[in-house]
């Protein structure tokens, strides 16, 4: 399921719909509940989105946030098998979208 298209960001209704199905229906069908991870990947859209809605009800998510240019200096470890560090101004992947396409 597409969590959001940015059309519907403003829609309560399809912003309620998402999250309900989040709570109704993805977050029960994990088969370990205490081990298992649920893994959204998304460009927020509006503060009530499924991120916001799933960090209003546990805050402990652990958030991998990539702009498409720095705002700031940025350092993560997605896993144990990496590291990634980034400089303000730095692009997130120039051969995709060079810098003069990010900025318009």
Excluded: F
Aim: charged share 30%.
């Amino acid at each position: 399921m597409i969590p959001l298209k940015p059309d519907d960001a403003m829609s309560e209704t399809r912003r309620s719909a998402v999250n309900g199905w989040y709570d109704s229906t993805l977050s029960s069908r994990l088969d370990q509940k205490t081990e298992d991870s649920i893994v959204i990947v998304m460009q927020r859209l509006h503060c009530d989105d499924l991120v916001g809605h799933v960090l209003e009800r546990d805050p402990s998510w652990r958030i991998l946030n990539l702009p498409a240019i720095a705002e700031e200096p940025a350092g993560d470890r997605p896993g144990p098998w990496a590291v990634y560090r980034r400089a303000i101004g730095e692009v997130l992947h120039p051969a995709r979208e060079p810098r003069a396409r990010s900025t318009r």
